[in-house]
């Protein structure tokens, strides 16, 4: 089985075309997107037509080739819009939104479980942060926090008490559909865990998931695949970690975030990781 594994592509349609191309021309079985799939810029109340006017058509050249398309929307997708996204992945048999749900492949051994909740974050959108456990220190706000409703917008007027009502990310990993076979599961979790130089931001703070680690040192599933810090493998050096024997994956985006394109190829009979990063053709 080979794997295309990409991440944070934001709703930057080139990277979308070349995952597509690449997907194609590489003869792949399965491209795995690991979140914040929709555009970023303008209103996010907008994002909608993303997944209508683009997503809708783009899933269905994949269903033609019939190569899956396992996803789940990140912490910069509008929540209001899960369902919406839900309803048009499965229109296609071989697409699936991956979120707080396993999905198992008929012709194959690999079962694949996904979660997108974050640890809180400074920024104003809060529909998928959460505290990473009870003690769990919130970093300084900037501005207001909001979290998206079918009317637009509802201002947080006291996030710090309002986020304690909420499960945390350790309540959330633990709540996780249970695999079959552990050895044979790969996790796509946005959320990078802790520890292990895959969740550095670019002032050099490690925000990663304690619970996320500890999950996966203790579960010890085969794969796991990360995102949501685009520029940690640029300023770690490292895009492929392990947490005992598990082997986890976060590539990033590229800081010049619009004119490159970054993702993994993986192939699990030979078990060889490829990075590879793209220019923008003009």
């Known amino acids: 089985m080979k794997i295309l594994y990409v991440t944070d592509l934001h709703g930057i349609k ?3 075309e070349r995952i597509f191309h690449e997907a194609k021309s590489l003869k792949v079985d399965i ?4 979140g914040d799939m929709l555009t970023f810029r303008g209103n996010l109340l907008h994002q909608d037509k993303f997944i209508i006017d683009f997503l809708d058509e783009y899933f269905s050249r ?5 190569i899956y398309f396992i996803s789940l929307l990140g912490n910069d997708d ?14 296609y048999p071989y697409i699936t939104n991956i979120a707080q749900k396993k999905f198992q492949i008929e012709d194959y051994d690999y079962e694949f479980i996904g979660m997108n909740w974050v640890t809180d974050l400074p920024f104003g959108l809060k529909d998928r942060a959460r ?4 003690d769990f220190k919130l970093p300084k706000q900037i501005g207001k926090q909001y979290i998206s409703n079918p009317n637009g917008w509802k201002k947080i007027e006291d996030w710090s008490s309002y986020i304690k009502t909420l499960s945390t990310i ?9 695999p079959d076979n552990m050895k044979k599961t790969i996790y796509i979790i946005h959320m990078p865990p802790s520890n292990i130089g895959l969740d550095v931001c670019h002032d050099g703070r490690k925000v990663g998931s304690i619970a996320v680690y500890e999950f996966i040192k203790k579960n010890q599933p085969f794969l796991s695949f990360h995102g949501h810090i685009h520029e940690s493998p640029e300023v770690s050096g490292r895009w492929k970690s392990s947490i005992g024997k598990t082997i986890c994956i976060q590539p990033g985006q590229s800081h010049q975030h619009e004119n490159h394109l970054i993702y993994v190829i993986i192939d699990l009979e030979t078990m060889n990781f490829e990075k590879f990063k793209l220019i ?3």
């Open 14 to 16: 080139w990277k979308y």
């Open 31 to 34: 491209v795995i997107n690991g």
């Open 62 to 66: 994949f269903e033609l080739l019939k």
């Open 78 to 91: 509008c929540i209001i819009f899960d369902t919406l996204f839900e309803d048009i992945c499965e229109k």
């Open 131 to 134: 505290m990473d456990n009870r």
């Open 170 to 178: 350790e309540d959330e990993v633990n709540q996780l559909i249970k």
């Open 280 to 282: 923008k053709e003009d």
